[in-house]
């Protein structure tokens, strides 16, 4: 749960008083902005003091709900750690979307010169909008210098009802998606060198390979085959060998231990003949390499630099060896909802000087410039000022031996500050157990109802698009 109210007012008003404070010239230097419960090590002269802030909860719905989360990123939980150290992970924008001007793409076109190829990149459908291409705005194409309609998707532009004459140079641009690959980074947090300092940290990506085709046509005599990864595959949890005669046909899964093993090299063994004449597919998972150390900045604790594409915001609960995990979606899907609301907070502070002149002074300067040249900005931040009331002028004691007194002004902020709280949908198969592994035909209903309970007790359940029957189905947070 996330949340602006007491600590972080706090904290984000002395950030607004200080900068404040030091866009005036004759205050610049000698007044600071203090919280009156931790006072200070000086007896100041002139400056603001927070005094005292409180706050009522706005409720907009009976469950506090808000939307459903459509994002690239998702924070996962680890099993058996805290989960304390990420406070939350968001798309990267800037660096996801990699706008080209004007590239000469000629080279691109196919053989009838009606299309261009776009195999290595996925094209989007603008700066800072991860959104497959589709239609005609996202990609402006000119071809001996005149513009060309067309209908782009995300790996394609087709030209409408023309083709490029020989010889013409063809003009393109576009934005394409250049984060990193699909996968469960899991990020671990390190032993920091010393004490007072920033623990660094470690990424180490899974990856999910879905449907690999091994062979495309089996003979029955095969007694081995090698997956495309050759080291650190899961063997044990969301492994699944499996034929197709067809596209459409019935997808008959394979039996660890007594169709086949498999190493973690990626090595497959066969213990019984294949049947011949079909596909032989892989679903399966592996590690790759270990990514950083990174570090963790020390201001805002957010960092773009060990998932591209993704910000890692670390919060207040970091600790050694905590452990989450990010996972990066090849595509925006619903990963969370959200539930939060508003609180009205009450914020008042005291102005103080040495005479009255000076405290006046800086009181006006703070509400003028609070209130017409910050106050648009801060309500982008989840920080909306309501209302600024500036109260009565008073003194207080500045030496009771002396006499000596500060004169002050006060004024009373309203603010709007808002929580909320994300509950990932993401729930991984962590592991299944076949114990039918062959099955006739499936009926219509049959494809379409995931999770359905079949005749023999047995649950049909989807991993994409791979149907299997299965006697049990765990599920967790995400596969580890």
Same mark, same amino acid.
């Given at each position: 749960?996330?949340?602006?109210?007491?600590?972080?007012?706090?904290?984000?008003?002395? !950030?607004?008083?200080?900068? &404040?404070?030091? %866009?005036?010239?004759?205050?610049?230097?000698?007044? =600071?902005?203090?919280?009156?419960?931790?006072?200070?090590?000086?007896?100041?002269?002139?400056?603001?003091?927070?005094?005292? &802030?409180?706050?009522?909860?706005?409720?907009?719905?009976?469950?506090?709900?808000?939307?459903?989360?459509?994002?690239?990123?998702?924070?996962?939980?680890?099993?058996? =750690?805290?989960?304390?150290?990420?406070?939350?992970?968001?798309? @990267?924008?800037?660096?996801?979307?990699?706008?080209?001007?004007?590239?000469?793409?000629?080279?691109?076109?196919?053989? !009838?010169?009606?299309?261009?190829?776009?195999?290595?990149?996925?094209?989007?459908?603008?700066?800072?909008?991860?959104?497959?291409?589709?239609? /005609?705005?996202?990609?402006?194409?000119?071809?001996?210098?005149?513009?060309?309609?067309?209908?782009?998707?995300?790996? %394609?532009?087709?030209?409408?009802?023309? +083709?490029?004459?020989?010889?013409? #140079?063809?003009?393109? &641009?576009?934005? /394409?998606?250049?984060?990193?690959?699909?996968?469960?980074?899991?990020?671990?947090?390190?032993?920091?060198?010393?004490?007072?300092?920033?623990?660094?940290?470690?990424?180490?990506?899974?990856?999910?390979?879905?449907?690999?085709?091994?062979?495309? =046509?089996?003979?029955?005599?095969?007694?081995?085959?090698?997956?495309?990864?050759?080291?650190?595959?899961?063997?044990?949890?969301?492994?699944?060998?499996?034929?197709?005669?067809? #596209?459409?046909?019935? =997808?008959?899964?394979?039996?660890?231990?007594?169709? /086949?093993?498999?190493?973690?090299?990626?090595?497959?063994?066969?213990?019984?003949?294949?049947?011949?004449?079909?596909?032989?597919?892989?679903?399966?998972?592996?590690?790759?390499?270990?990514?950083?150390?990174?570090?963790?900045?020390?201001?805002?604790?957010?960092?773009?630099?060990?998932?591209?594409?993704?910000?890692? %915001?670390?919060?207040?609960?970091?600790?050694?060896?905590?452990?989450?995990?990010?996972?990066?979606?090849?595509?925006?899907?619903?990963?969370?909802?959200?539930?939060?609301?508003?609180?009205?907070?009450?914020?008042?502070?005291?102005?103080?000087?040495?005479?009255?002149?000076? &405290?006046?002074?800086?009181?006006?300067?703070?509400?003028?410039?609070?209130?017409?040249?910050?106050? @648009?900005?801060?309500?982008?931040?989840?920080?909306?000022?309501?209302?600024?009331?500036?109260?009565?002028?008073?003194?207080?004691?500045?030496?009771?031996?002396?006499?000596?007194?500060?004169?002050?002004? +006060?004024?009373?902020?309203?603010?709007?500050?808002?929580?909320?709280?994300?509950?990932?949908?993401?729930?991984?198969?962590?592991?299944? !157990?076949?114990?039918?592994?062959?099955?006739?035909?499936?009926?219509?209903?049959?494809?379409?109802?995931?999770?359905?309970?079949?005749?023999?007790?047995?649950?049909?359940?989807?991993? !994409?698009?791979?149907?299997?029957?299965?006697?049990?189905?765990?599920?967790?947070?995400?596969?580890?």
């Amino acid at each position: 749960m996330h949340n602006n109210l007491i600590f972080s007012t706090k904290k984000k008003a002395l !950030d607004l008083l200080n900068r &404040s404070i030091s %866009a005036n010239p004759k205050f610049r230097d000698i007044a =600071k902005a203090y919280n009156s419960f931790h006072g200070s090590k000086e007896r100041p002269q002139v400056g603001v003091r927070i005094n005292s &802030s409180s706050g009522t909860r706005l409720k907009q719905s009976p469950d506090d709900a808000l939307a459903e989360l459509f994002s690239l990123a998702v924070l996962l939980p680890f099993p058996q =750690k805290p989960n304390a150290s990420i406070d939350w992970v968001w798309e @990267n924008t800037r660096a996801l979307c990699v706008p080209v001007k004007l590239e000469d793409v000629t080279s691109r076109l196919t053989p !009838d010169r009606t299309r261009l190829i776009f195999d290595d990149k996925t094209l989007v459908m603008g700066p800072g909008t991860p959104v497959p291409a589709k239609g /005609y705005g996202p990609v402006t194409i000119y071809a001996g210098g005149r513009k060309m309609m067309h209908q782009a998707s995300p790996n %394609a532009v087709d030209f409408v009802g023309v +083709s490029i004459p020989p010889g013409v #140079q063809v003009l393109a &641009s576009y934005t /394409y998606l250049d984060g990193a690959p699909p996968a469960f980074y899991i990020v671990e947090i390190l032993q920091p060198e010393s004490e007072g300092h920033l623990p660094d940290f470690v990424v180490r990506p899974l990856f999910t390979v879905e449907g690999e085709v091994l062979i495309e =046509k089996t003979s029955g005599l095969e007694t081995d085959v090698q997956l495309k990864a050759t080291s650190n595959v899961l063997t044990t949890k969301g492994f699944l060998l499996y034929t197709q005669t067809t #596209q459409y046909s019935v =997808k008959r899964a394979l039996q660890a231990g007594v169709d /086949y093993e498999v190493t973690s090299e990626g090595l497959i063994t066969f213990l019984q003949p294949l049947p011949s004449n079909t596909y032989l597919f892989a679903t399966y998972r592996y590690y790759g390499d270990v990514q950083g150390p990174f570090k963790i900045p020390h201001e805002h604790y957010a960092c773009t630099e060990a998932i591209k594409g993704v910000t890692i %915001a670390f919060g207040e609960g970091l600790q050694a060896g905590d452990t989450q995990i990010v996972g990066l979606l090849p595509k925006r899907e619903r990963v969370a909802n959200v539930r939060g609301s508003h609180f009205e907070m009450n914020i008042d502070i005291t102005v103080f000087a040495r005479d009255p002149i000076s &405290s006046a002074e800086l009181c006006d300067h703070l509400i003028g410039d609070i209130w017409g040249n910050h106050r @648009n900005t801060l309500s982008g931040q989840g920080f909306t000022i309501l209302d600024m009331e500036p109260g009565g002028e008073s003194t207080e004691s500045y030496n009771d031996s002396t006499g000596d007194l500060y004169f002050t002004n +006060s004024v009373s902020f309203r603010v709007m500050v808002e929580w909320h709280k994300i509950t990932p949908y993401i729930q991984d198969v962590q592991g299944f !157990d076949v114990s039918i592994f062959q099955v006739e035909e499936f009926t219509d209903r049959q494809r379409q109802a995931s999770g359905t309970e079949t005749p023999g007790g047995a649950v049909m359940s989807r991993i !994409d698009n791979t149907f299997f029957l299965s006697g049990k189905i765990e599920t967790g947070p995400a596969l580890i």
